[in-house]
């Protein structure tokens, strides 16, 4: 069927995208077809490079041509084939009758106007409206995505606003024009749980009160179980199937889709390992069965000596104002946290972003100054050793930074950025002992010794994380800060990473410190967790006493917050079952 029917809103018939590499084509979609019904939610999912942000950019006709080009196939809306449409008639569609909300709002707002600048612009370009109309608009709109005090924000710049409020703007500016069909490509991924809450409902709440459809684009099953009536599933450029989004939870048919379901963390089942994509599907595309292995108890490590102990740590920044420079207040980062950390134990971090997780860790390995307060390493006054005494420490204390792409030397190759530590640290080593601890840096994190001569930006996501990993153990530490270290990769990757981490601490007897806002994660790899509060620890215990009993109301809240990827029974509607 070339058109849409009386109940869809948007077709997809069999679209094929490629994109030129060298003097190669590498297909990205590969003759995908699903229709999205009016007033329901389709949920789009599969993992990095799968091919569901280039199907909803081909919805708006914003592939770059070249290198990528629409090499087949039909997307019809309201009797239209948009991708026969001239650029005119696209831009009358795009932000009017089709938005989208895109992944990261930091990169999607211009740094340079105001938010509300912004969204005026919208009101006024589609809309027709004069400058106090769309200004008194813009006011209306913040206030209905939920932003406090919109006559303010509405005059601040976006790096002024917090990740959550940011991504309500973007949300406020695509629903500007109240569309019929509005995209959204990974929305939530790098939110805190109570803000991805917070924005699913307002999507939610948004949708009804619209009246209008959406394509929910994500990683993350667990994300829309109660957001989508429909999911289909895309692996390697391809649909591998479709369902109703019950359905798909109760009783997945493709191997690909069970994986997904099965990587990410339960909050109530604590395995020894997590299951991967690649326990279900083998390289070849072959179903295999996976091993499950039984949940064992945490072993109480209590016991062991102590590693790390901090006393009453603060790390206060200034706020000054002024011409010259007065301090008029501090923000208290970290406001008096004391604990240890006993050897081969891991200690989660979690709480919502501000809370002083990261601020905690990097002050605890003394790379940011602490205001007041004792940490001892080994017995070691961290905060009284000279530089060159620090040097020395700093090989028995390292970190994984959050971002791995920005962590890595981007002129550096891969065997550059791991041989540097042990220039530094291992100055006598040769030049042929360093290439060879590098070779098995790579081999310890599952990657291949040809990697060693190519550059961080020739690899996934995924992989520069097992890199950065690599990096930290080369000068073998005993205690390891992750910071954030999984909260930007796919559930599968993620699961990978995770079980790494646990492998190696088994291997080497290591000690972390894993920093998280996501607390399925924290319950699956921590022995205890302590959870943060504007710079202070409000809780610290064992991992299954914090989810099976929490004691403070902001644990709970967080607690309430994760998706359970439990879906509500919504009415069946047709679905084109497993694709073989």
Avoid at 165 to 181: D, G, H, S, T
Avoid at 341 to 362: A, D, I, N, Y
Wanted: aromatic share 6%.
């Amino acid at each position: 069927m070339s058109q849409t029917d009386s109940n869809s809103l948007l077709r997809i018939a069999d679209l094929t995208v490629r994109f030129r590499s060298g003097h190669a084509d590498m297909t990205a979609v590969s003759q995908l077809s699903f229709d999205i019904p009016k007033g329901q939610t389709v949920g789009l999912v599969g993992e990095s490079g799968s091919g569901k942000s280039v199907t909803a950019l081909s919805i708006l006709g914003l592939i770059p041509q070249p290198p990528g080009h629409i090499a087949g196939g039909q997307i019809w809306f309201q009797d239209q084939d948009l991708l026969a449409l001239p650029e005119k008639a696209l831009r009358r569609i795009r932000g009017n009758d089709i938005a989208m909300v895109f992944q990261e709002p930091m990169t999607s707002l211009n740094p340079v106007f105001r938010v509300g600048y912004q969204i005026a612009e919208v009101l006024r370009l589609h809309l027709k409206l004069n400058k106090k109309q769309a200004w008194q608009r813009t006011l209306e709109l913040l206030d209905w995505v939920g932003i406090p005090e919109p006559q303010r924000r509405a005059r601040a710049y976006p790096h002024e606003l917090s990740g959550g409020q940011k991504q309500r703007v973007m949300i406020a500016m695509a629903i500007a024009c109240e569309p019929q069909l509005l995209i959204c490509d990974e929305p939530t991924t790098a939110l805190d749980v109570t803000i991805q809450q917070q924005v699913l409902e307002l999507l939610q709440n948004l949708q009804r009160e619209l009246a209008m459809s959406m394509l929910f684009i994500t990683h993350d099953l667990a994300v829309i179980a109660d957001l989508a009536d429909e999911v289909v599933v895309m692996y390697r450029s391809e649909k591998v199937e479709q369902a109703a989004t019950a359905d798909i939870f109760r009783q997945a048919q493709h191997p690909y889709s069970q994986g997904l379901l099965a990587c990410r963390p339960k909050l109530h089942d604590n395995p020894k390992r997590l299951l991967t994509v690649a326990d279900f599907l083998g390289p070849d595309g072959q179903a295999k069965q996976p091993v499950i292995e039984a949940a064992a108890p945490k072993p109480d490590k209590t016991q062991q000596g102590v590693l790390l102990e901090v006393r009453d740590l603060k790390t206060h920044f200034p706020l000054k104002s002024g011409l010259f420079g007065r301090v008029n207040d501090h923000v208290k980062a970290v406001d008096g946290v004391s604990f240890q950390v006993h050897k081969g134990e891991t200690l989660g971090l979690v709480g919502e972003s501000g809370c002083g997780k990261t601020t905690l860790g990097r002050t605890i390995l003394n790379l940011q100054a602490p205001t007041a307060g004792q940490v001892h390493f080994d017995g070691i006054d961290v905060f009284a050793q000279n530089p060159k005494q620090m040097r020395q420490l700093r090989s028995r204390m390292q970190i994984i930074f959050q971002d791995p792409y920005a962590s890595l030397n981007p002129r550096m190759t891969i065997g550059q950025a791991l041989m540097e530590p042990l220039r530094i640290h291992r100055p006598d080593d040769c030049q042929a002992l360093r290439q060879e601890r590098a070779v098995s840096l790579l081999e310890q994190v599952e990657l291949n010794p040809d990697h060693l001569s190519r550059f961080p930006h020739e690899f996934s996501g995924g992989q520069r994380q097992r890199i950065s990993i690599a990096r930290a153990l080369a000068v073998d530490p005993e205690f390891i800060v992750c910071d954030e270290s999984v909260s930007a990769l796919d559930v599968s990757v993620q699961a990978q990473v995770l079980n790494l981490l646990l492998d190696l601490q088994e291997q080497r007897q290591l000690t972390y410190i894993f920093i998280s806002h996501d607390l399925s994660v924290v319950n699956f790899i921590a022995d205890r967790v302590g959870v943060m509060n504007q710079g202070r620890i409000v809780e610290l215990n064992t991992a299954k006493a914090i989810y099976h009993n929490p004691q403070n109301a902001y644990t709970q809240k967080l607690l309430d917050a994760i998706p359970k990827g439990e879906p509500k029974i919504r009415p069946k509607g047709q679905t084109t079952g497993i694709i073989t």
